[in-house]
């Protein structure tokens, strides 16, 4: 393919075909319905058009364009299966590959950011990258002092492109709807603007991934490769093997999606009270299943740690206390809580008992000591919150979500859809009970420390 398209009419034009291709494409399905073909066979063959176009124009503009679409396929477990289906090989592959930045182009960056005599650091280096992603694609390498490594070369333009991108997809939003049923889109493209910066930033990224690399460095069941090099726009880290998360939703036995469900449940709820930071790009993607080094089980490979919410005390007290408190049914002090916290408006009035019925679906998992995460669960909840003629859907349009949740809240949602893609059953339960501040009371947390 040629470069990263960078100019802002050749990205514009190609990011509006989406919605037009749509368009078009339902006149042809008309058409074949005239012509005599069933409803259920065009609209099928439609959703299929939609995902190939999908992945196509977002995996080829790379940028923003491919990080909406990562975000998005997080989320296809919730969606009816007869809409989930056609996007779900599209966007699983999304998240693993796509089209590459020519050699002539990443050995010009590459000399560029780490001088001259770039090649003088490795003792080899693979010009086919191993990965794709938003700003970046991976090269495998052998380091000078013998490591195995990835390298990660930022994309020309990749900043430009992201913005670009994002501000056209907002533009958009209300066209992309059909594309995922039932998902408001435009607040997830806001909020991934937001996070740019940061994401473009090697050097924070790099933090992040070596703090994180310390604190799991003797943990069995998590592995972050820790950072060899750093440099403008290029970032070279420990390589990880392992069976992408994504080849085990496809195609992994019951054990290895258990396990892989624990070890995603672990790694969410641990990482921010161990590091005060939260992996916040949770696709399939970004995780690796792998040996853990005994012979007997499995660790979870952890990369790209471009996005982080910073939390110094771990997650906020305030969601333990509500979730504890749910399941002890205390609505009125469910409200208050939230109340206070600034998720109901002082101007909003809502019925305490009303407000509980609200949450007791969605916090189910935490209910029991394990709990199987399937795709119709998810679709049960989005389906009860998405209907406009329901209670629920009423009561959650009144809510609200304090700016210091939304990627959290973002984060867990997307990591119980991936938990409902891997069909897993999992002891939540337990993560939270050792994880998360303010599930347990004081008298239990002294009572666990002591056993």
């Known amino acids: 393919m040629s470069d990263l398209p960078r100019k802002a009419v050749t990205r514009t034009a190609k990011l509006a075909a989406l919605p037009l291709g749509l368009a078009g494409r339902a006149t042809w399905g008309l058409g074949k319905r005239i012509g005599g073909k069933s409803a259920e066979i065009v609209a099928r063959e439609l959703q299929q058009r ?66 001259e005599d770039w090649r003088d650091l490795f003792l080899s280096f693979e010009d086919k990258p191993a990965a794709a992603a938003s700003i970046g694609q991976v090269h495998r390498a052998v380091w000078h002092d013998g490591r195995d490594v990835a390298v990660k070369v930022q994309y020309p333009g990749a900043g430009e492109a992201l913005l670009s991108d994002l501000s056209q997809l907002s533009r958009f939003a209300k066209l992309l709807g059909p594309l995922i049923p039932g ?29 994180h690399a310390a604190e799991f460095a003797d943990d069995p069941a998590v592995l972050v490769p820790d950072v060899v090099h750093q ?20 195609g992994g036995t019951a054990e290895e999606r258990n396990r892989a469900g624990q070890l995603l449940a672990h790694f969410l709820f641990s990482g921010p009270a161990r590091t005060g930071l939260l992996h916040a790009d949770p696709h399939p993607g970004n995780f690796r ?15 790209d740690f471009g996005t982080v919410d910073r939390l110094p005390g771990g997650l906020p007290d305030t969601i333990g206390e509500c979730l504890r408190m749910t399941l002890e049914g205390d609505a009125e002090a469910v409200y208050k809580l939230l109340c206070e916290e600034g998720f109901v408006k002082e101007s909003i009035d809502l019925d305490p008992d009303a407000v509980l019925e609200y949450l007791v679906p969605i916090i189910e998992p935490a209910e029991v000591e394990e709990f ?8 049960a909840q989005a389906a009860r919150i998405a209907d406009v003629r329901s209670p629920a859907h009423q009561l959650g349009k009144q809510l609200n979500l304090p700016p210091s949740y939304l990627l959290i809240h973002r984060v867990t949602l997307s990591t119980i859809g991936v938990l409902c893609q891997l069909n897993a059953t999992v002891r939540l339960r337990a993560e939270l009970e050792e994880w998360l501040p303010g599930f347990l009371v004081e008298e239990e947390v002294a009572e666990a420390e002591g056993a």
Request: hydrophobic letters at 40%.
């Open 50 to 115: 939609t995902a190939e176009q999908l992945f196509r124009v977002l995996g080829e503009l790379k940028g923003g364009a491919m990080k909406f679409g990562q975000a998005l396929s997080v989320f296809e477990s919730a969606l009816p299966e007869e809409i989930a289906g056609p996007y779900r090989a599209a966007l699983t592959k999304l998240q693993e590959a796509a089209p590459p930045m020519p050699t002539r182009t990443v050995h010009a960056a590459l000399e560029e950011r780490l001088g």
């Open 183 to 211: 998902m408001d889109i435009k607040p997830l493209i806001s909020e991934l603007r937001d996070r740019v910066s940061e994401e473009l930033d090697y050097g924070l990224e790099a933090q992040a991934q070596r703090e």
């Open 231 to 250: 440099g403008d726009q290029v970032l070279v880290t420990e390589w990880i093997d392992g069976v992408p998360l994504a080849d085990v939703i496809s």
């Open 289 to 303: 299943l792998l040996p853990d080094g005994r012979g007997d089980g499995w660790r979870l490979g952890v990369m």
């Open 372 to 379: 199987t995460f399937t795709r119709g669960w998810i679709r």
